[in-house]
């Protein structure tokens, strides 16, 4: 179980991404490319589901990175996917700290885009969201 340390002279990058009730602050290392969640290997975190891995690093791949930066990345709230998506924005906004050159790419692929959609709150009088009681004209 490979962990990641940071040497007080290794340079870092640190960004929050944000999806529904997920916040994931992702700290960019170079390094290897491990990924460690919560103090855990990304693979054990993740519970070995390679479409979260892919979908985690996608920003580092379409940028040819996938193997040049470790990330630490501590994850609260929500569900996995919630926190996957959370991370992957985390990542995508990290990447464009370290240059400004990577925006454009990340961009028109999607990455940089927080995506705001969330659980509706119940309102009163209704039985959920908008879903209201059946109505009797007599």
Same mark, same amino acid.
């Given at each position: ?22 916040? @994931? ?32 690093? @996608? ?34 906004? @990290? ?10 790419? !990340? ?18 009088? !209704?039985?959920? @969201? ?9």
């Amino acid at each position: 179980m490979p962990t990641i340390n940071i040497n007080e002279g290794q340079q870092s990058w640190i960004a929050v991404g944000r999806r529904k009730t997920s916040i @994931a602050k992702v700290i960019l290392v170079s390094g290897s490319g491990t990924i460690q969640v919560n103090k855990k290997p990304g693979d054990l975190y993740f519970q070995f589901n390679s479409q979260y891995i892919r979908n985690l690093r @996608a920003p580092l791949v379409a940028l040819g990175l996938e193997n040049s930066y470790d990330l630490l990345i501590e994850a609260k709230g929500g569900g996995l996917r919630g926190q996957t998506d959370a991370a992957k924005l985390g990542v995508s906004r @990290a990447l464009c700290l370290l240059s400004d050159t990577k925006r454009p790419i !990340l961009k028109t692929n999607g990455y940089l885009t927080r995506d705001y959609r969330a659980k509706e709150r119940k309102k009163y009088g !209704l039985r959920k @969201a908008r879903k209201a009681p059946q109505f009797s004209k007599r």
